[in-house]
């Protein structure tokens, strides 16, 4: 099955940028749906992007739309989570995942610290 390991984390001010990649290994990420969660402590984990089971539009929470776009590059097995106008709320430990379906998440990168 396919191994996920995200980077790109940081600390960042208010207003500022990070993007988030997420590399797969073990298999290609064409044959999953990708997405995009984020977790605080305490909290339940959110999803945050990624592509929807109908397809068209992905999806995005609705407190990050107009500021995260997600992408997908085939060729560098790697998924991208674009993320501006950073707010302190945005603080959290953010995840890639990978189903065979769109809201069916089976494998999970180890994470990635995102402080704002």
């Known amino acids: 099955h396919v191994q996920l390991v995200e980077s790109g984390g940081g600390s960042v001010q208010v207003g500022g940028s990070l993007r988030l990649s997420c590399v797969a290994s073990?298999?290609?990420?064409?044959?999953?749906?990708m997405g995009w969660f984020r977790q605080i402590p305490d909290k339940e984990r959110e999803r945050v992007a990624g592509?929807?089971?109908?397809?068209?539009?992905?999806y995005y929470l609705d407190s990050v739309k107009g500021r995260f776009t997600t992408s997908q590059d085939n060729a560098k097995n790697t998924v991208y989570l674009q993320m501006g106008s950073l707010r302190p709320e945005d603080t959290a430990m953010y995840f890639c995942?990978?189903?065979?379906?769109?809201?069916?998440?089976?494998?999970w990168g180890q994470g990635t610290q995102v402080t704002v």
């Open positions: 995942a990978a189903g065979p379906r769109c809201g069916y998440y089976y494998w």
């Open positions: 073990g298999d290609t990420i064409s044959r999953y749906c």
């Open positions: 592509p929807t089971l109908g397809g068209g539009i992905p």
